[in-house]
């Protein structure tokens, strides 16, 4: 983000990156059998039949294939996907896979400070399938026509970019822009951000205008084949100043249950936390740990107290308050999304400058028992060469059960907790990657990153907020889109040790990748880090050069992408997807 002396300290992203992940396993995440134990059996679970019987799912859900060999089967019809070794529609394929794409996806802008109200939303449509895809909206529980709202970037030699509409279905590889909305410029809104110019906005109006605990309505995107998704607010590159976005899990992976998670406490700018039905009559219930106060048309309740609250089809709830809800349990009747962040916040305190932050939460039965926590690579520079200072990184750990005990390697970071409570929340810091993990899956546990502020080390990039995958829920293909609009883009991979070993982890424009590390002392998880670009330039690469776009990365294993794009005072960062099976048995009642 970039220092301004009009306001308190804020910041940009832009493009973004857009993401395929899926899995060649029948059920569409990589199953490593080093994890099974009696929580799996427990979860009604069972280990993945050797590779070697039958059939089984190409790693992009188009073919079936040999389970020993490898060799094609069959090929699904244009439409079809495969599942559990046999074709079925292109969505149910996608569906049932549990990774990160699907045909459904709910959107909404994070909540930031008044400077940038009204200022561009826009979603982006990565259409990773081999058709291509049409796109339907909805704004609440109405239909929202925006056939002449998608647009593909396309950058011009001097890294301009222009918009050409789409018209009629996004091919396939390509990634639509749609422009959601923008109002007028709101008074008071200093920093606010049009969409580009001559493109057409689906609405024209603000969506998040109380800027408090209230009642608003979100966006429902749909397609007729499997997409990845995610959103930005404001969309506009380097010249937004409060930029926050988040990879979109589609509807068929959300759950009932929830521990609330925002990012980071109160500092600039207050924590909240939205809460998105897609169905009428879903009955909202939350056993706060703090109270909860009054909002916009929106009662609140007292802390310890079991809360209700009714939302109907695209409906969303947001609580916003200086005194965190993170940690709190929620428990509703039909499923339901959950975004968790911050308005804008220095990271860390006192330290310039602030940013918006905002991630869609997994729900508690995707949470695991094991983590591998590697951030992004060093902004800091090495001297004549050498290895870059490590960075003093931040991290949020949030329990779900009494007495959950946690175990690291190499080391716990200082001031990392040896037990959590149920529902405690603790934010540490460490120079050096770790693993975490708890007893058992019946003792699940969420981690997330942050990215600190530019004025930390004098460094490019600025605060961010990123979900930690479980090593449970690694997959063994990604493709993603690097932003052309930051200077420096680079991935941290890790993988995992699987019965039959480590795998390579291949990236088109790479080869194999190299310089893997050891994470903790077992010799299971290895990491590494790669520059695809650096000061706006391609990187050379063994296969010639890495650069900005779209990107694939596969294994035969198991692992983990992060991409990661930083600027003056800019930074972006997403998991590049993630599994959403179930990885714990346990289930918070809120009665």
């Known amino acids: 983000m970039r220092l301004s002396s009009r ?5 940009p992203i832009a493009l973004l990156a857009g993401f395929l992940a899926c899995n060649s396993t029948d059920r569409g995440f990589y199953r490593d059998p080093t994890l099974i134990g009696q929580d799996d059996a427990d979860a009604g679970a069972a280990p993945e039949p050797p590779s070697c019987e039958g059939q089984r799912c190409s790693a992009d859900l188009h073919k079936i294939i040999d389970g020993c060999t490898g060799q094609v089967i069959q090929e699904c019809a244009t439409g079809m996907g495969c599942y559990a070794g046999k074709c079925t ?8 896979a549990q990774g990160s794409v699907g045909c459904s996806f709910w959107a909404t802008p994070a909540d930031t400070i008044r400077v940038s109200e009204g200022s561009c939303f826009a979603a982006f449509i990565a259409n990773t399938w081999n058709t291509p895809v049409n796109v339907e909206a909805g704004f609440g529980d109405a239909p929202l026509d925006v056939s002449k709202s998608i647009y593909r970037a396309v950058v011009n030699d001097d890294r301009s970019v222009r918009y050409e509409p789409i018209e009629g279905p996004i091919p396939p590889g390509e990634i639509g822009i749609v422009f959601l909305a923008q109002s007028g410029q709101i008074p008071g809104a200093k920093d606010y951000i ?25 966006f429902h995107l749909s397609t007729d084949a499997p997409v990845a998704a995610y959103s930005i ?8 100043y409060v930029p926050a976005a988040t990879l979109l899990l589609p509807s068929s992976s959300w759950g009932t249950n929830y521990v609330l998670v925002d990012a980071w406490p109160q500092n600039t700018g207050s924590p909240f936390v939205q809460i998105v039905a897609k169905e009428d009559d879903t009955v909202v219930r939350v056993r706060p740990n703090v109270d909860v106060l009054d909002g916009v048309r929106v009662s609140g309740g007292p802390r310890g107290s079991v809360t209700t609250w009714n939302l109907k089809r695209g409906q969303v709830l947001e609580f916003m308050q200086k005194a965190s809800l993170a940690g709190s349990p929620l428990e509703a009747t039909k499923p339901v999304a959950v975004f968790g962040g911050n308005q804008c916040a220095l990271i860390p305190d006192g330290r310039l400058a602030c940013d918006t932050l905002h991630q869609q939460i997994p729900p508690l039965q995707q949470w695991a028992s094991r983590y591998s926590a590697v951030p992004y690579k060093s902004r800091r520079t090495g001297i004549q060469g050498s290895e870059p200072a490590p960075e003093n990184v931040h991290y949020r750990l949030v329990g779900a059960r009494e007495d959950t005990m946690l175990s690291y390697e190499p080391a716990m970071p200082v001031g990392a907790p ?5 529902g405690q929340v603790v934010d540490f810091s460490s120079t050096v990657p770790f693993t975490v993990k708890s007893q058992g899956g019946d003792h699940p546990i969420y981690l997330a990153v942050y990215m600190s502020g530019s004025t930390t080390y004098n460094t490019l ?11 449970e829920q690694f997959l063994d293909r990604y493709v993603f889109f690097v932003d052309h609009t930051y200077a420096d883009s680079s991935i941290t991979v890790v993988r995992r040790k699987d019965q039959r070993g480590m795998h390579d982890v291949t990236l088109e424009c790479f080869g194999a990748l190299t310089d893997w590390r ?11 880090w790669l520059d695809l670009t650096k000061r706006g330039k391609a990187v050379n690469t063994p296969k010639g050069t890495c650069s900005y776009g779209r990107h694939e990365a596969k294994s035969d294993g198991p692992f983990s992408v992060y991409v990661w794009g930083m600027d003056v005072d800019a930074s972006y960062g997403f998991p590049a997807g993630a599994g959403s099976r179930p990885t714990t048995p346990y289930k918070i009642e809120v009665r």
């Open 7 to 11: 306001h308190p300290f804020l910041a």
């Open 89 to 96: 529609t292109a969505c149910e394929s996608a569906s049932n």
């Open 233 to 240: 607010f404001p969309y506009g590159g380097a010249r937004s």
């Open 461 to 471: 990039g600025d605060p961010d907020f990123v979900n930690i995958i479980p090593d």
């Open 418 to 422: 040896a037990k959590l409570t149920a």
């Open 518 to 528: 050891p994470l903790g002392k077992d010799g299971s998880v290895e990491y590494t």
């Open 194 to 218: 049009a969409c580009p110019h001559g493109v057409n906005v689906a609405y024209g109006g603000d969506v998040v205008t109380e800027h408090a605990t209230s009642l608003y309505k979100a």
